[in-house]
């Protein structure tokens, strides 16, 4: 069975960080284009960032940049979003995905979601 389990995320301050991990089970995210999307009720789920297949490419959203990450290890078959510098409006469910087009929004696989809320 072919899976993605989100783990990290929680409750932090402003200018806090925080990092989303991803563990693929049953295939090798290696082979995939692998991104990170969110979404806030009432709106659609917006990218976050992707990284290509073999890493050649990695596309970030405007909001994101210079303050998140997006890598792979593939020793563990994972990847990971590295959040800096967070702000109220990244409060969103940050949700992983794997196996589409960088940049896209049509992934096959999608991990079960994780909350990440920006607060003091």
């Known amino acids: 069975q072919w899976q993605l389990v989100q783990s990290g995320g929680g409750l932090v301050q402003p200018g806090g960080s925080l990092r989303l991990s991803c563990a693929a089970s049953?295939?090798?995210?290696?082979?995939?284009?692998i991104a990170w999307f969110r979404q806030v009720p009432g709106k659609e789920r917006e990218g976050v960032s992707c990284?290509?297949?073999?890493?050649?490419?990695?596309y970030m959203d405007d909001s994101a940049k210079g303050r998140f990450t997006i890598s792979r290890d593939n020793s563990k078959n994972t990847v990971h979003l590295q959040m800096d510098n967070l702000k109220p409006e990244d409060t969103a469910v940050y949700f992983c995905?794997?196996?589409?087009?960088?940049?896209?929004?049509?992934?096959?696989?999608w991990g079960q979601g994780t909350q990440v809320t920006v607060s003091s």
């Open positions: 990284l290509t297949s073999k890493n050649e490419h990695t």
């Open positions: 049953g295939f090798t995210l290696e082979h995939f284009a």
């Open positions: 995905a794997a196996e589409g087009l960088c940049p896209g929004v049509d992934y096959i696989y």
